[in-house]
């Protein structure tokens, strides 16, 4: 429950409440989790905010890829459904982050690449 307050007190509206706002740092949580995807070396999630806003981000939080190579050992024919599974039956919150701006960078959003820094999943609802 300290864990639980403390992200709620520095919880922000939606993403864009963080990056329109010209921080590059927040903390979101996402109201549903689509989609967790794989490829190669990246972990991609596909979520919505609290908005309903959808967003497909990287996943750069080292911790989480740790979990991930768990899962993948543990469940190896469906580690990415356990996964997301967990996910959307905890109370999750994503660190976000923007990396450097770039002026009139039209494949950019916000002016920079927005990623999920951190992950924080607490016990299931």
Same mark, same amino acid.
């Given at each position: 429950?300290?864990?639980r307050t403390l992200l709620e007190s520095h919880l922000d509206a939606? /993403? *864009? /409440?963080?990056?329109?706002?010209?921080?590059t740092l927040g903390l979101i949580k996402p109201q549903k989790i689509i989609r967790v995807s794989e490829d190669t070396n990246k972990i991609r999630i596909t979520f919505q905010d609290s908005?309903?806003?959808q967003f497909t981000w990287s996943v750069r939080a080292l911790l989480f890829y740790k979990k991930f190579s768990i899962y993948k050992e543990k469940y190896s024919t469906? +580690?990415?459904?356990?996964?997301? *599974?967990?996910?959307?039956?905890?109370?999750? +919150?994503f660190v976000i982050g923007l990396t450097q701006i770039y002026k009139d960078n039209p494949h950019s959003e916000y002016g920079g690449w927005p990623m999920i820094v951190g992950i924080h999943c607490l016990e299931e609802k």
């Open positions: 429950s300290e864990t939606s /993403a *864009d /409440a963080v990056f329109k706002s010209g921080r908005t309903g806003q469906n +580690y990415i459904e356990k996964i997301h *599974d967990k996910m959307n039956n905890c109370e999750t +919150y």
